[in-house]
């Protein structure tokens, strides 16, 4: 049962038999949300804050009740949103960072994972396969 919620969809409406995981990081750029989506809706209920419009509230909502936060952040694009959520929410322990190379504020990111114990990646597909289930591997 595939269940992803996308601003400003109800949030309320998810499969209580999956743990939640909102998509927090970079809007722009290439659609790593879609690609994130494909790879572990089977395991999660995604909440993904992409929309035209900014929801503030929605996203506040979603990252205070998700069981898991993936946070990416784009080498190409700003991260001042993402700077100030992952700072809002660093003390939390259900925090994953994607920080490749490139990253403008790399250096801050990287020293903000290590201080709060935040498992960090340096690559999108690293951070996805540590989160699907193990014991679905073949």
């Not at 919620?5 to 109800?10: D, F, G, L, V």
């Not at 959520?85 to 504020?105: A, H, I, K």
Request: proline content about 4%.
């Amino acid at each position: 049962n595939v269940m992803v919620i996308k601003a400003p969809e109800k949030i309320i409406y998810r499969d209580i038999n999956k743990p939640t995981l909102y998509l927090a990081g970079s809007t722009g750029g290439d659609n790593w949300r879609s690609y994130v989506e494909q790879e572990l809706s089977e395991f999660y209920n995604i909440l993904n804050p992409k929309s035209d419009k900014s929801y503030v509230h929605w996203e506040h909502n979603g990252l205070s009740i998700s069981d898991l936060v993936l946070f990416y952040f784009d080498p190409d694009q700003s991260q001042n949103v993402s700077l100030l959520q992952l700072g809002l929410f660093v003390s939390r322990d259900n925090l994953f960072v994607c920080c490749p190379e490139g990253v403008e504020e790399k250096e801050h990111i990287d020293f903000v994972c290590s201080e709060f114990n935040i498992m960090a990646f340096k690559k999108l597909d690293e951070l996805i396969n540590h989160l699907k289930p193990k014991n679905n591997e073949s």
